[in-house]
Structures are given as structure tokens and as C-alpha cells.
């Protein structure tokens, strides 16, 4: 079965700091996404990227960075939290067309 | 960017009545659609796909589309308690998902 991990399931972060969120899949998608969750916001996508070594910005990139070093990896990067970054946050694969698959999520607190 | 309006935005049915829910999308970008299931604190799973007008059923959950109108629908046959979580709509087109903000359905015994 199709097998998206996150990790830490849960951090807090002090305001500055840097952050990095961890996303694993074996599924063998080209395509990773990053989305955060708010309330009346739903869904919000930051980065997503089509293979290795790509990261494209989504609609709500400002004050993050991704990284895909690898078919299997991708990470979503905070250089200064802030905490307006107070969220959670989703990561998925798929391939084009066909249904995303999340992983459980990870709930990040910016004190 | 698409846009998607989805109502309502709570919703709570006696178990085995009819849960209906409903997307609006702003324009005709996406050409794919679906529906997702959260369970609190937990990701989400996709329940039903529908890609051209008319219904898809999947067990329980049936999918209705009409591209003319750019609405989507979910009903939910029997819905169980354990059917009690977050209900989300997305559409798909040139990689990118656009998300409802969802519906919490609660199912009451």
C-alpha cells in the first residue's frame, strides 16, 4: 500500500529558529507536495516537486524552501520561523492525475 | 488560482439518513475531481474519484459532477458514526490540487 511518513509528528519551534519538516514516500511518485492546514483555509500548497532535484513554488511559497534530494525525500524548510508558521502540515505524493496520498500530518508550534 | 467554495460547513445526520455535500469551483481549470476523508489528527484518504459528468459510486459514497454548472457532490448512503470526520473536495488539473476548506460531518446514533 501506497506509504507517505512525516516526521516529527509534532515540534515546537521557537520564533528564528529553523525548522525542518521530513517527508517519505515509497510510493515511486514523481510528484511531492507540501500543503499546510488552517482552519477556514483548508489545504494551502507552499512547494510541491515533479522528481529529483526539482522544487516548484505553490501558492503560498513566502518564508519556506523545499528540497528533493531524492525520488523518496522531501523537505520543507523554515530558515526563520515565525508564528504566523503555526500550522499543520501535510505532505503527499502522487502522479499526475491520479489520487494524492498523505502522510499524517505533522503540527508545528512557532512560540 | 481556482477557487472552491464548499458547504455546508458542518453538517450532522442520524445514523442511516442521507449526508449530502456540495463544491463550487470558481472556474473550469481542474478536470479531475475527488473526494477525501480526514479522520481527526490523522491525513487524508480519498474516498471517490470522478473525472466526466454524471455519477461514481464507491460503496457507500457517490459522486455526482456537472462540469456546466462547476459543482461537485457528495452523498454518503447509511452513513455510520464512525463515518464522523472532515470531508474535503479537490480538483486536479496541470499537477496542482485546489482544496474545499471542508465540511465536519458528525453522524449521531
Known amino acids: 500500500e501506497a506509504a507517505v511518513t512525516q516526521s516529527p509528528r509534532n515540534k515546537v519551534a521557537v520564533t528564528g529558529g529553523k525548522v525542518t519538516l521530513s517527508c517519505n514516500q515509497t510510493?515511486?511518485?514523481?510528484?511531492m507536495y507540501w500543503y499546510r492546514q488552517d482552519t477556514g483555509h483548508g489545504l494551502r500548497l507552499i512547494h510541491y516537486?515533479?522528481?529529483?532535484?526539482?522544487?516548484e513554488k505553490g501558492d503560498i511559497p513566502d518564508g519556506y524552501k523545499a528540497s528533493r534530494p531524492s525520488q523518496e525525500n522531501f523537505s520543507l524548510i523554515l530558515e526563520l520561523a515565525t508564528p504566523s508558521q503555526t500550522s499543520v502540515y501535510f505532505c503527499a505524493s502522487g502522479d499526475e492525475g491520479a489520487p494524492l496520498y498523505f502522510g499524517a500530518g505533522t503540527r508545528l508550534s512557532v512560540l | 488560482q481556482q477557487k472552491v467554495q464548499q458547504s455546508p460547513e458542518s453538517l450532522t445526520v442520524s445514523e442511516g439518513a442521507m449526508a449530502s455535500l456540495n463544491c463550487t469551483f470558481s472556474d473550469g481549470t481542474s478536470n479531475n475531481f475527488r473526494w477525501y476523508r480526514q479522520h481527526s489528527a490523522k491525513g487524508l484518504e480519498v474516498l471517490v474519484s470522478?473525472?466526466?459528468?454524471g455519477e461514481k459510486e464507491e460503496g457507500r459514497f457517490t459522486a455526482h459532477l456537472n462540469r456546466a454548472n462547476l459543482h461537485v457532490s457528495l452523498h454518503i448512503r447509511e452513513p455510520q458514526p464512525s463515518d464522523s470526520a472532515v470531508y474535503l473536495c479537490?480538483?486536479?488539473?496541470?499537477?496542482?490540487?485546489?482544496f474545499g476548506a471542508g465540511t465536519r460531518l458528525k453522524v449521531i446514533a
Open positions: 510510493n515511486n511518485h514523481n510528484n
Open positions: 479537490a480538483g486536479t488539473g496541470n499537477y496542482k490540487y485546489v
Open positions: 516537486s515533479y522528481g529529483a532535484g526539482s522544487t
Open positions: 470522478i473525472f466526466s459528468d
